[in-house]
């Protein structure tokens, strides 16, 4: 007979009490948890300004374009002296013309710019009503001429900024300049001209286009990847209480990877930072908060 076997009974009893009591603490602390479910990333819902841009496409053009043509008929080109894409001063000589009579006169650039086009050659005849010897874009200075709908042309003024991508260079930086009064009745858009901020040569006729700010608006936001798109509309799903709540929400402005919440969240509500398919209305999850940098 072994040692527990002589246990008298009144023992017995007293040691698997103690042993439930002891068990009893983990079993209420497994009912105090929350619910279990996925493990989600999330984050609080915050402002955030976005920009109003009207975007717009066009192509480059000289501000100012000066022909360059002699004053006398009758004249031949002796000597070309400049070529199209130098860059020129004014009163620079860029071509020597020879008289009827005998003689040279040299013909020089009126303005400081670069030449755009050249059709100096040596023997062509030269005359004050033919073709432009030289074509000087005016202190090298371009607009982007670009096409608005009507609806975005009412947001536009002189001195707004801009960001402008040319096809082939780098991005530069813009202004308007000046908005068409008018708009194109077939088409219904209307002409801007934004000046190009930039010591760089440009191409003219390349193709560009623009974002012009036209000022800003601060909202609520939430990173474009805790948006779900479906036949239910535009929802976002928030966290409350651990388990998933859907609301549907009004979208606006997009900038930096984020989206203005105009309804249907709130700031500070906590939103699932890459929204799934497979949370439902109600699913328990255990929420986790994204790192700062996430957003």
Same mark, same amino acid.
């Given at each position: 007979?072994?040692?527990?076997?002589?246990?008298?009974?009144? =023992?017995?009893?007293?040691?698997?009490?103690?042993? =439930?009591?002891?068990?009893?603490?983990?079993?209420?602390?497994?009912?105090?948890?929350?619910?279990?479910?996925?493990?989600?990333?999330?984050?609080?819902?915050?402002?955030?300004?976005?920009?109003?841009?009207?975007?717009?496409?066009?192509?480059?053009?000289?501000?100012?374009?000066?022909?360059?043509?002699?004053?006398?008929?009758?004249?031949?080109?002796?000597?070309?002296?400049?070529?199209?894409?130098?860059?020129?001063?004014?009163?620079?000589?860029?071509?020597?013309? %020879?008289?009827?009579?005998?003689?040279?006169?040299?013909?020089?650039?009126?303005?400081?710019?670069?030449?755009?086009?050249?059709?100096?050659?040596? +023997?062509?005849?030269?005359? &004050?009503?033919?073709?432009?010897?030289?074509?000087?874009?005016?202190?090298?200075?371009?607009?982007?001429? &670009?096409?608005?709908?009507?609806?975005?042309?009412?947001?536009?003024?002189?001195?707004?900024?801009?960001?402008?991508?040319?096809? +082939?260079?780098?991005?530069?930086? +813009?202004?308007?300049?000046?908005?068409?009064?008018?708009?194109?009745?077939?088409?219904?858009? +209307?002409?801007?001209?934004?000046?190009?901020?930039?010591?760089?040569?440009?191409?003219?006729?390349?193709?560009?286009?623009?974002?012009?700010?036209?000022? !800003?608006?601060? &909202?609520?936001?939430?990173?474009?990847?805790?948006?779900?798109?479906?036949?239910? &509309?535009?929802?976002?799903?928030?966290?409350?209480?651990?388990?998933?709540?859907?609301?549907?929400?009004?979208?606006?402005?997009?900038?930096?990877? !984020?989206?203005?919440? %105009?309804?249907?969240?709130?700031?500070?509500?906590?939103?699932?930072?890459?929204?799934?398919?497979?949370?439902?209305?109600?699913?328990?999850?255990?929420?986790?908060?994204?790192?700062?940098? %996430?957003?």
């Amino acid at each position: 007979m072994t040692a527990r076997d002589r246990l008298p009974a009144w =023992c017995a009893l007293w040691l698997a009490g103690a042993l =439930c009591a002891a068990a009893a603490p983990v079993r209420a602390a497994d009912e105090r948890e929350g619910p279990k479910g996925a493990t989600v990333t999330v984050l609080k819902a915050s402002k955030f300004c976005f920009g109003n841009l009207v975007e717009v496409s066009g192509i480059v053009m000289p501000r100012e374009e000066t022909q360059v043509r002699p004053e006398r008929f009758g004249l031949k080109v002796a000597e070309v002296m400049a070529d199209a894409g130098d860059s020129v001063s004014a009163g620079q000589a860029l071509a020597r013309l %020879t008289l009827p009579e005998g003689g040279q006169i040299t013909v020089q650039a009126p303005i400081a710019g670069v030449i755009s086009a050249s059709n100096a050659t040596v +023997g062509a005849l030269a005359s &004050g009503k033919g073709e432009a010897l030289f074509s000087i874009i005016a202190k090298s200075e371009y607009d982007l001429v &670009g096409l608005v709908p009507t609806r975005d042309l009412t947001k536009l003024q002189p001195n707004q900024t801009a960001r402008i991508k040319i096809v +082939g260079a780098a991005e530069v930086d +813009g202004r308007v300049r000046r908005v068409a009064p008018t708009v194109e009745p077939n088409s219904q858009l +209307g002409q801007v001209f934004i000046g190009i901020v930039t010591n760089r040569r440009l191409l003219v006729n390349s193709s560009a286009r623009a974002e012009i700010k036209t000022g !800003q608006s601060c &909202g609520v936001s939430v990173p474009l990847t805790a948006i779900l798109y479906g036949s239910a &509309g535009t929802v976002v799903q928030v966290v409350r209480r651990d388990r998933i709540e859907t609301r549907r929400v009004e979208t606006g402005l997009m900038s930096a990877g !984020q989206v203005e919440i %105009t309804s249907g969240v709130a700031e500070g509500d906590i939103v699932v930072a890459r929204a799934g398919a497979l949370l439902r209305e109600g699913d328990p999850v255990r929420p986790v908060t994204a790192a700062a940098d %996430t957003k």
